[in-house]
């Protein structure tokens, strides 16, 4: 076996298609363009493909083989952030690295997925117990996931996130919080009459930030978004703050949510004329999995016959998987790319890495490791 890329995989069919999927522009809730094209381009070469309804213009695109116990979904997301500059996120290419949106995240692991199942449905083989799942939404509800999942279930999925291809049996938890501090609207030259609900919300971010970074190293925040009410030359009554939190699976989630929350109710905060109010827009678990299991002993003898080295790792942001998690299905990400370049302007992979993936999808796929 070579190990750097199965014999089976086109890199010219890849490359072609990976060059389809990036000028395709599709970012969440406008995925309709890419699942036509994915559709029409999976039977073509053949595969089984049914569309699933998620609302009334978008469809999660599935290939199902026929009369198989499905014991992994193999799952990639279709959509994207929304373009930093609209005259150039498409394709382009210099030496080995691909440059575009959506390359690291994910539509490098799509292709790949797509090139390791059409590689094998060439071969023959048709009946392997694995599920294509190509979704949408994930980049805002993940109402393509959640979908699929009310509808489907398997033991394993794989999700080829942008990891660098190392496997990730671990995932952070993810909460996303709303906070609003309201004070009194004033003309502008009264400052010094009132609190001024912008700053009144900074200094809480500030003492949040502190606290975070000295009883919460391992956490993860990142304070998205800062708004204040369109006040015009005056006081603005009203500021708004969202703030995330990627925590490690062991985190205590409850008591670190209780501590923001009584900073949030400090008097400082709250006195007469400032209110200052806290919420809990998601919760979603993390998981740490142990190495045992039929697919990730299937993954080790993969990873072995590609000379590549197990070195597996936690996934530190927000995903399907977490949805995966809940709904019982034992989730493994692991797909080309560095998280790092998702959602930048300068997004892009190295092309190489994605043949790889495209390997090891179609050697875990034909590899006979699980149970018909």
Known sequence: MNHNVDARIRPDRLKKLLRKLVDIYSPSGKEEEIVEFLSRYLKRAGLPVSLQEVDENRCNLLVLPDKTDIQAGFVGHVDTVTAHNLETFGFSEEGDVISG?????????????????????????????????????????????????????????????????????????????????????MHASMAKMTDNAVEVMLRLILDISRHLQTERPDLIYNIRDLFSAQAGFAVPDRCDASIDLHLPAAAPIGEILTEIEELASDPRYNHEGVETHFRVLTIDAGYDLPERGRLIEALKTVFGAYAISWEPEAFRSHSDANRFWAAGVKPILLGPGNLAKAHSPDESISFSEIEKAAALYAGLLSGGFFDH
Request: charged share 20%; glycine share 12%.
């Open 101 to 185: 949106l959506g390359t690291a995240d994910m539509k490098g692991g799509c292709a790949a997925l797509i090139e390791g199942f059409t590689a094998l449905w060439e071969t023959g083989q048709h009946d392997f117990p694995a599920a294509l799942c190509l979704v949408v939404g994930e980049e805002e509800e993940g109402d393509g996931a959640e979908v699929l999942l009310t509808e489907y279930h398997f033991p394993w999925a794989v999700i080829a996130e942008p990891t660098s291809l190392k496997p990730c049996l671990a995932h952070y938890g993810y909460a996303e919080l709303q906070l609003t501090t309201t004070g009194e609207k």
